[in-house]
């Protein structure tokens, strides 16, 4: 098993940073696309960013040139810094990784989600 632990959200006014963490754990060969998906109140899940192993990264438009995904590989670790928050980037933010583990002696692809940490942006 894996588990997706985020961190770092957290009530900010608009305009000012944050930096979200996700850290994961447990049966690890490695780790491939990671992601970070957002869900506002009553909307669907979305996703915001993502970054390969060799640290290709893709952003949404809403948030281009506002946010930063990166990755440290030796500590399984995945940030997202967003900075100029908007109210409406009010969310709560899931991690979520594919990741190469060995189940029955066999090396398999697993897609796994955290549990969230919710951002909250005031106007």
């Known amino acids: 098993q894996v588990q997706l632990v985020e961190s770092g959200g957290g009530l900010v006014q608009a305009g000012g940073s944050l930096r979200v963490s996700c850290v994961a754990s447990?049966?690890?060969?490695?780790?491939?696309?990671v992601a970070w998906y957002r869900q506002p109140p009553g909307e669907q899940r979305e996703l915001v960013a993502s970054i390969t192993p060799s640290s290709i990264t893709t952003y949404a438009d809403s948030v281009k040139g506002r946010f930063t995904i990166s990755r440290d590989n030796a500590k399984n670790t995945v940030y997202l810094q967003m900075n100029s928050l908007k109210p409406e980037d009010t969310a709560v933010y899931y991690c979520?990784?594919?990741?190469?583990?060995?189940?029955?002696?066999?090396?398999?692809?697993?897609?796994?989600w955290g549990q969230g940490t919710q951002v909250t942006v005031s106007s």
């Open positions: 979520n990784a594919d990741v190469w583990q060995v189940v029955s002696g066999r090396q398999r692809l697993s897609n796994y």
């Open positions: 447990g049966n690890i060969v490695s780790i491939n696309i």
